[in-house]
């Protein structure tokens, strides 16, 4: 099983960003998938799911309807789509397995929203 | 949303010594199915985090038998026998159902 995030960088506040995980070594349509957060000497913070199918999302309350979560499952790609940044989304984004398992995590990605 | 509260957010144990990390959660976690899907996490600096522990109490693959997860309804506790010097890094508690959260996570280190 392997997942690898890709599209982070920098950002000026307000800006846009759209985040891939590309996952490989299992059958990613049969899987949930969420985006987790490392925010900066703080702890993690789940950000939200997709349903295997793509049909069903939640988010954490602090970023419902700033971030989208996606999915590709012809290419095995999750996405994850970040409008109106603010600095303080400033982290390292992972993707992982889950709701209901979180057995596998990306690398992570840094994002860092500055002016 | 579920809220988890973990307590100590740090300490320093001896090696060799057990350690105990306690997750407290604002409603039950026990779900429609009859399972708790309480999970713990470890992240080493620079690293992503590794499950440890899930459904409360079953330990993933690889995991050393002196980690071990306990408890019921609002109240877990994982627990580390005896710790050796690669467990230092932070723990988290995970609710994993539908609307997950963590815990703020507990900061171990070795004496």
């Known amino acids: 099983v392997q997942l690898e995030e890709s599209g982070g960088g920098l950002v000026r506040p307000g800006e846009s960003l759209r985040l891939s995980c590309a996952a490989s070594?299992?059958?990613?349509?049969?899987?949930?998938m969420s985006w987790i957060r490392h925010l900066p000497g703080k702890g993690l913070e789940w950000l939200g799911y997709?349903?295997?199918?793509?049909?069903?999302?939640d988010y954490a309350s602090s970023v419902m309807g700033r971030f989208t979560v996606s999915r590709d499952n012809a290419a095995d790609l999750l996405h994850l789509q970040m409008n109106s940044l603010i600095v303080e989304d400033t982290a390292i984004y992972y993707c992982?397995?889950?709701?209901?398992?979180?057995?596998?995590w990306g690398q992570g990605t840094l994002v860092t929203v500055s002016s | 949303d579920v809220v988890l509260t973990q307590s100590p957010p740090s300490l320093t144990v001896p090696l060799g010594q057990p350690a105990s990390i306690s997750c407290r959660s604002s409603q039950s976690l026990v779900y429609s199915d009859g399972d708790t899907y309480l999970s713990w996490f470890h992240q080493r600096p620079g690293q992503s985090p590794r499950r440890l522990i899930y459904k409360l109490t079953t330990r993933d693959s690889g995991v050393p038998d002196r980690f071990s997860g306990s408890g019921s309804g609002t109240d877990f506790t994982l627990e580390i026998s005896r710790v050796e010097s690669e467990d230092v890094g932070v723990y988290y508690c995970m609710y994993i159902t539908h609307r997950c959260s963590f815990g703020q996570g507990t900061r171990l280190e070795i004496k």
């Open positions: 997709v349903s295997s199918d793509g049909t069903i999302t």
């Open positions: 992982a397995t889950g709701p209901w398992s979180f057995d596998h």
């Open positions: 070594g299992f059958i990613f349509r049969n899987y949930y």
